[in-house]
């Protein structure tokens, strides 16, 4: 089954506790995306990646950290969480960065 | 500054009756629109698009249209059913960005 798969649902840490969150995808898709979801905010990408080693800043950046590596993984790093990075998580992939995307179920954050 | 705009935050209509889901983009460089649905606790799936240079796309009980000269698209459901209920997002896509409007939260009510 086609699927993005994010690791993991749930999360709460305390402020300034590395964690990072995984994402993965079988499609072979070469665009990923890490999107945060906040009430009345809807999507905001945060980070992108068009290829392997290709990454680039989406319009929420600051405070997170991505890495592409490999073609099926694009983890989302959060170096120093501080309450603000409090919100629901999506990963998604697409074949050519346009649309077409495939959600994950979604990772939700709470540092206190 | 929010590049697309979804400017009901809900909708309540009655089972039967047609939903029309409104969205307003202002960057002239999107050229691919697209609706998502999400339900609680999963992520967003994809509807239906459209592209910039046609007005209309249909997909059984789904329609989106766009007017281009308004920078304004629409999403209309007909019939609503009770299953239509979710949060429904507009997307626009341009120069490798996907940009997400805020969300409406459709509720057909039985």
């Known amino acids: 089954e086609a699927q993005v798969t994010q690791n993991p649902r749930y999360l709460i840490t305390v402020t300034g506790k590395k964690l990072t969150v995984t994402c993965s995808q079988n499609?072979?898709?070469?665009?990923m995306s890490w999107y945060r979801q906040d009430p009345g905010l809807g999507l905001r990408q945060i980070y992108y990646s068009m290829n392997v080693e290709v990454t680039d800043k989406g319009d929420v950046p600051e405070g997170y950290k991505v890495s592409r590596k490999e073609k099926r993984n694009f983890p989302l790093i959060l170096e120093s969480p501080s309450p603000n990075q409090t919100s629901l998580y999506f990963c998604?992939?697409?074949?050519?960065?346009?649309?077409?995307?495939?959600f994950g179920s979604g990772t939700r954050l709470t540092v206190v | 500054d929010q590049q697309v705009k979804q400017n009901s935050p809900s909708l309540s209509v009655q089972e039967g009756r047609i939903s029309i889901l409104n969205c307003d983009y202002t960057n002239s460089m999107f050229d691919y629109f697209l609706w998502y649905k999400k339900y609680p606790a999963e992520g967003p799936t994809f509807l239906i698009s459209?592209?910039?240079?046609?007005d209309k796309n249909e997909d059984g009980r789904f329609t989106v249209f766009l007017n281009k000269s308004a920078k304004h698209l629409s999403l209309h459901i007909v019939p609503s059913q009770p299953g239509d209920s979710a949060v429904y997002f507009c997307?626009?896509?341009?120069?490798?960005?996907?940009?997400f409007g805020a969300g409406t939260i459709l509720r057909v009510k039985s």
């Open positions: 459209i592209s910039s240079i046609k």
């Open positions: 998604a992939s697409s074949f050519n960065g346009l649309y077409g995307y495939t």
């Open positions: 499609m072979n898709h070469e665009y």
């Open positions: 997307a626009a896509s341009g120069g490798n960005k996907l940009v």
